[in-house]
């Protein structure tokens, strides 16, 4: 297309912005090596009659499953091979917009360049299918390979529920007010498989955030920097433990008083 779809739209351009800011972040942090890492966002809410009267740059693609909730809907992606910090300088060369089709089992690209999404878009445009389905208001999914979090995830003794969001929520005070429902853990299965996804979607029942075992953290909000914000204050307390580790001593944490205490006066999910 001559120009970017995103000129003459604001709206959409900011959530663009977004991606490409939080793209940024995951690489000066070292949570995205090489092209390591997933985006995908829902932006039907910006998508106006002149875009859905834009023709595709490219054929029909089979996402490989129906999902029956995302008919008409538009997501940007980040692109299969593509970087992070390539995303982060030129989000429209290295992502690209989609729309499902009307089957609600293959989508096309729309704009601007026909770029690829990314090879675990099955397992992301799922999890956005049941988004939509519980009428919930998410719209961001992030995966990401955050060091210390996997870290911790190589051992059995983290991976058992609630033991990990119980260590990291008593690091530091604002982990349990800012990821009030804690992590989630889905035991290692293949990347990208649906097998990885529908646990992954067991887990968002309960959680915003999943750490998938040796592999990375799944995490979704309302928009793409609170997935990103939930990711940052559990990798710092998991920084905190480990710091505290390597200085010779086991770290007391909060006491689970103190985490209800905090519970009750932030009026956070139980």
């Not at 595709?56 to 499953?65: K, W």
């Not at 982060?88 to 609600?104: F, H, K, Q, T, Y």
């Not at 988004?131 to 992030?142: I, K, P």
């Amino acid at each position: 297309m001559d120009k970017s779809i995103l000129e003459g739209r604001p709206a959409l351009a900011r959530q663009i912005e977004d991606v490409a800011e939080v793209a940024g972040y995951l690489w000066q942090k070292g949570w995205a090596e090489r092209n390591g890492g997933n985006i995908t966002v829902n932006i039907t809410e910006y998508v106006d009659d002149s875009m859905r009267a834009l023709p595709a740059i490219g054929a029909p693609v089979q996402i490989g499953l129906t999902l029956p909730h995302l008919k008409g809907c538009w997501f940007f992606c980040k692109g299969t091979n593509k970087r992070m910090r390539d995303l982060a300088r030129r989000p429209m060369e290295n992502g690209s917009v989609i729309r499902i089709l009307d089957d609600c089992s293959s989508y096309e690209i729309v704009a601007d360049l026909p770029v690829k999404p990314t090879s675990e878009l099955p397992s992301h445009l799922a999890v956005h299918n049941d988004f939509v389905e519980r009428g919930l208001d998410y719209r961001a999914s992030l995966h990401t390979h955050p060091i210390e979090l996997v870290a911790m995830s190589h051992t059995d003794k983290f991976l058992k529920k609630d033991v990990l969001s119980n260590l990291l929520w008593s690091m530091i005070p604002e982990t349990k007010a800012f990821c009030p429902r804690g992590l989630g853990i889905v035991d290692y299965k293949l990347p990208g498989s649906l097998d990885l996804a529908a646990s992954t979607i067991r887990e968002l029942e309960d959680y915003d955030v999943v750490m998938w075992e040796k592999h990375g953290v799944f995490a979704v909000g309302c928009d793409i920097m609170e997935a990103f914000d939930q990711v940052d204050v559990l990798n710092k307390s998991a920084q905190i433990y480990i710091a505290a580790r390597c200085m010779g001593y086991e770290p007391d944490g909060m006491t689970l008083e103190q985490m209800q205490e905090m519970s009750v006066a932030f009026n956070l999910p139980k």
